[in-house]
C-alpha cells in the first residue's frame, strides 16, 4: 500500500509562486505515473497535470498549461507541482494520486492524498 503525503500549500497573493511536494510512503513510486488533480469549494474534482514514470511525458489541464509545471525527482522518491503566475481561480485543495504502474497515459489512479490547500488571493 503506497500513502502519499502532499505539502506546500499556503496563502500567497495573485501573481506569486508556490512549489507543491508529494512524497510516498511505504514503498518506492519510480515505477509510478503520477499526477495532480484539485477541487474548489462546490466544484468538482479536476485534473491539474499528469506525469510518466520516467518524467519523460507530462500532460496539463488547458487552465493551468504555461504557468504549471510538474516534474519528479527519482534520487528524493518526490513529486512537485511548480506553480507560477497564480490566480485565485487556482484556489483549491490540491491532490497528488498514483497508478499503480507504469502505463501511459495513465488508465486509473489508484493512490490518494489528503491534499494541501492553496489559496490566492486578489
Not at 73 to 79: E, F, I, S, V
Amino acid at each position: 500500500q503506497v500513502q502519499l503525503v502532499e505539502s506546500g500549500g499556503r496563502l500567497v497573493q495573485a501573481g506569486g509562486s508556490l512549489r507543491l511536494s508529494c512524497a510516498p510512503s511505504g514503498r518506492t513510486y519510480r515505477n509510478y505515473a503520477m499526477g495532480w488533480f484539485r477541487q474548489a469549494p462546490t466544484k468538482e474534482r479536476e485534473f491539474v497535470a499528469a506525469i510518466s514514470w520516467s518524467g519523460g511525458s507530462t500532460d496539463y489541464a488547458g487552465s493551468v498549461k504555461g504557468r504549471f509545471t510538474i516534474f519528479r525527482d527519482g534520487a528524493k522518491n518526490t513529486m512537485y507541482l511548480q506553480m507560477n503566475s497564480l490566480k485565485p481561480e487556482d484556489t483549491a485543495l490540491y491532490y497528488c494520486a498514483a497508478q499503480d504502474g507504469s502505463s501511459w497515459p495513465i488508465r486509473r489512479y489508484d493512490y490518494w492524498g489528503q491534499g494541501t490547500q492553496v489559496t490566492v488571493s486578489s
